[in-house]
């Protein structure tokens, strides 16, 4: 398998998922900011020209970084990412669900306020998305309120996405709870991450 992915991007959560079960296959990485996700090569992988992207080995291909996260998880059931059971199964997609949704809704404006809108509102932009992610950290500190983990009492995919919220409120200035940055912290010290998380930039 290969996966495709970005620094800096949210296909992080794939790249960790990725590594940490152990999946056989490698990781590529792509220059979004250089347009490599625009190539022909590229869109010929993935016409959306994003990442992540995952090429099985059968050589179809799957995006979003929910499904990947998914099929990382069922593909390595021994990793965990996946719960065995079948609530664990559905909290866990929910809580990527919500996480794809609220990802480019708080933190896209916030990233790039100039794609929403004309110079003259950049600043309020910003200023609404930046409210927008200070709720969704707020939401998630309650919902995983003294507890380790999201889901049950083992690291599933649901806390992979969880730390990328919580990185990229940094990225834009915000920053998250205390609770959260425990709960990053849990998973950013997993030795297995190690390298590639030093590769992004950051051990924690």
Known sequence: MILYVSTRSSSLAAQLAFVL??????????????????????????PKGQV???????????????????????LVPESGLIPSDQLGRWRVMEWLSWCAWHVPRAFHPAFRPSHF?????????????????????????????????AVGDSLTAADLYI????????????????????????IFSIPALADTLKAEGFAT
């Open 21 to 46: 079960a152990g999946t056989p296959g490698e990781v590529r990485e792509i220059d979004l900011r250089a347009g490599e996700g625009r190539t022909p090569e590229y869109l010929a992988i993935n």
């Open 52 to 74: 992540p992207a995952l090429v099985l080995d059968s050589g179809e291909t799957l995006t979003e970084t929910p499904a990947i996260l998914l099929a990382l998880g069922e």
């Open 117 to 149: 809108g004309p110079a003259a509102a950049e600043s309020s932009i910003r200023d609404a998305a930046l409210t927008r992610v200070g709720e969704v950290l707020d939401y998630i500190e309650q919902q995983i309120a003294g507890r380790d983990y």
């Open 163 to 186: 730390a990328l919220i919580t990185t990229f409120a940094g990225f834009v200035g915000v920053a998250p709870p205390d609770s959260l940055m425990a709960h990053r912290a849990r």
